[in-house]
């Protein structure tokens, strides 16, 4: 069960994430590009500093840092939010491919002898650090100002403008707290098979957007929704054996279109009634 809920870590932080720009307003389309940017920092700053809480803090402050000035020029200039993030999606793949040229000569897979980390205990740190986490996003979505102001951003935001409170600022922290989310992600996806692989997120950046609908942005509901998908997708590989390849690549995302389907059938039955 530990391994489940493991697997279960990188896609809850960025299911988190995302479920902070919805509320916002603006999807965070980015956060695959994010994910697989993180993910190589951590590698890449290991290299350089042999530690590996400061190569993973690193990693989540410059994707910040980076997202900031992104979601900056976007409010400055008036873009389109759902193409801005497109574009840097983008662009942060193409720096880690480009980054990895440059500093590795390479841009496949990157392992390291010194880079290999104890299976058990980073499975139980990053198991008690996302439940903290979890936590933390709810006391802050529904029990300070900032995440009503946050909430309300998506629906209202005239009204926080009349208010005198920057709807345009509460955008900019979406976003930056959607790509610190993303950041974790894939420090987390790294740290876990000890090596940094080309499109490391393997599209969990836009199923965690997925997993958010799944939830109707309620936390608990995502959290659900994403541990049941990884379950599916966990227990496929225990039924290699059994199950042809197509249809043990299939499994995960037949059971993401289920979950997908019962809340639009809970929806039209109720709306029927």
Request: glycine residues 6%; contains cysteine; charged residues 10%.
């Amino acid at each position: 069960m530990s391994d489940i809920l493991f697997s279960s870590v990188p896609l809850i932080l960025a299911s988190l994430g995302a479920l902070f720009s919805e509320y916002a307003g603006i999807l965070a389309v980015f956060m695959d590009g994010v994910i697989n940017f993180s993910a190589f920092l951590t590698f890449a700053l290991y290299a350089g500093t042999s530690n590996i809480f400061v190569s993973v803090i690193l990693s989540v402050l410059i994707c910040v840092l980076m997202i900031f000035l992104f979601a900056l020029i976007t409010e400055k200039s008036k873009m389109n939010p759902f193409l801005s993030a497109t574009a840097i999606n983008l662009i942060f793949s193409s720096f880690t491919s480009l980054l990895s040229s440059i500093i590795f000569h390479t841009r496949g897979v990157l392992t390291s002898k010194a880079f290999v980390f104890d299976y058990e205990e980073v499975k139980w740190v990053w198991l008690c650090l996302t439940v903290l986490i979890s936590v933390f996003s709810v006391l802050f979505l529904f029990k300070t100002p900032h995440g009503l102001y946050l909430r309300i951003t998506g629906s209202d935001s005239d009204v926080l403008d009349v208010k005198g409170v920057s709807s345009a600022r509460c955008r900019i922290y979406a976003w930056m707290l959607s790509a610190g989310f993303a950041a974790l992600s894939g420090a987390v996806l790294c740290l876990k098979i000890n090596s940094f692989v080309p499109n490391i997120s393997a599209g969990r950046g836009w199923i965690a957007l997925a997993a958010v609908f799944i939830g109707q942005k309620k936390i608990w509901r995502v959290v659900v929704a994403v541990i049941i998908f990884c379950a599916a997708d966990y227990f496929g590989i225990t039924l290699q054996a059994v199950l042809p390849g197509a249809a043990l690549n299939a499994l995960p995302y037949f059971v993401a279109l289920l979950l997908i389907s019962i809340p639009r059938y809970n929806s039209h039955y109720g709306s029927s009634k």
